[in-house]
């Protein structure tokens, strides 16, 4: 493994230490991954909850999804589905694109495209659970 | 100026001689253990559910604005490919909650003991198969009754 053409050498100065020094903690370091753990257990019943839902929906007409829909009850859960469904996406998206792409610019583009894309879906979905659950 | 985590592979050794720190192995070297393949495939999965989450978009959209492009969306899930959608949809909504179960019961300090990680992979596998199938033996049965 050794390259004679290019042997070892020290291209910086700088200690790690005087490197980190002055940056301060990150600090919201705690928050995403938190964030994280509380959609994700809010989504375990809630996930349950949609799967017992759309079972019941197979064969379901739009009127039958407006009449199922139109329970306060069944608004509420669905909205809370959306959001933490939403949040816990972005949040796991950020994580892989963090993961898996070196360069700086692109990486930061790509989190804030998939931010974005996140909160439209959230906002559109939210917005078609009020329109079924008001219209009737 | 050169990317500092490229700066920082040159070292001494005791000798006081400059030298490259050895990388350590990544994926490639390792053996896959059954813990390791799931949890990759915990990220694939959630990854894939991101893009599932069209179709949960794509239901309430056509729901909410017109009953014609519901009945299409609704017939184009009947048909071969939205039945072979919704199935990967399913499998990897159930093995992802699973595994995220898990990951939670793990985030909690328990579960490290190998007999205990092996056999909470096994679980999360077989309890993949069996929900699978069970909410689609009460799917095809809602479906066609």
């Known amino acids: 493994m050794s390259d004679l053409s290019n042997p070892p050498h020290i291209d910086m100065l700088r200690s790690p230490l005087g490197r980190a020094r002055g940056l301060g903690s990150a600090r919201a370091g705690s928050k995403h991954w938190w964030s994280q753990r509380l959609t994700s257990i809010a989504l375990v019943p809630l996930t349950l909850w949609f799967i017992w839902s759309i079972l019941r929906l197979t064969n379901a007409s739009q009127a039958d999804v407006v009449d199922w829909m139109s329970s306060p009850v069944r608004m509420a859960l669905m909205l809370a589905l959306i959001f933490a469904t939403f949040q816990h996406l972005q949040l796991g998206l950020q994580v892989v694109i963090e993961d898996y792409v070196p360069q700086e610019g692109i990486k930061l583009a790509a989190v804030l495209a998939v931010k974005a894309l996140c909160i439209l879906l959230a906002l559109i979905c939210a917005i078609c659970t009020l329109i079924l659950g008001l219209s009737s | ?145």
Request: hydrophobic share 50%.
């Open chain 2, 1 to 145: 100026m050169k990317d500092v985590r490229d700066a920082q592979m040159v070292a001494r050794n005791s000798d006081g001689k400059l030298v490259r720190r050895p990388l350590s192995p990544h994926v490639q070297v390792y053996r896959w253990p059954l813990s390791m393949a799931l949890s990759i495939t915990h990220r694939v999965t959630g990854v894939g559910l991101g893009i599932g989450t069209l179709l949960l978009t794509l239901w309430l959209l056509t729901a909410a604005t017109s009953e014609g492009g519901f009945e299409r969306f609704q017939y184009f899930l009947g048909s071969a490919v939205g039945l072979f959608l919704l199935f990967c949809w399913t499998l990897a909504l159930v093995f992802h909650l699973l595994t995220g179960i898990r990951h939670l019961w793990m985030d909690t300090g328990n579960g490290f003991e190998a007999k205990q990680y092996q056999n909470s992979a096994v679980a999360v596998l077989v309890g993949t198969a069996a929900l699978t199938v069970l909410i689609w033996v009460i799917g095809l049965i809602n479906w066609y009754w």
